[in-house]
């Protein structure tokens, strides 16, 4: 949810001093956008994970992946782009019901 323009709904966001490193993790538009003050630890840690998982990938036999139960977090391609999905529900081996 984007943040209110007006003052009086910015008492709780944190501040970035002028000249802060910063990541920009999402935008819709110019005036629109998301950061994340950058984090030289955390990057290395993103870093570090993302080989650990690509090491995974790379070894791994399995060709598709089941979701085990409600609740899961998965990815569904619609319309030719892949987008974050929760399984609602188990309909088969094969299937299930996501939104």
Not at 62 to 91: D, F, N, Q
Request: aromatic share 6%.
């Amino acid at each position: 949810m984007p943040l209110p323009l007006s003052p009086s709904g910015l008492e709780d966001v944190k501040k970035i001093e002028v000249g802060s490193a910063v990541n920009v993790v999402h935008f819709n538009t110019v005036a629109d956008f998301y950061i994340h003050v950058k984090d030289q630890n955390r990057e290395k840690a993103f870093c570090d994970l993302m080989l650990r998982l690509k090491d995974e990938c790379v070894n791994c036999s399995v060709t598709s992946y089941l979701p085990k139960e409600s609740g899961e977090v998965v990815a569904a391609l619609r319309k030719k782009v892949w987008h974050r999905a929760a399984v609602l529900g188990i309909i088969s081996t094969a299937a299930c019901r996501i939104k």
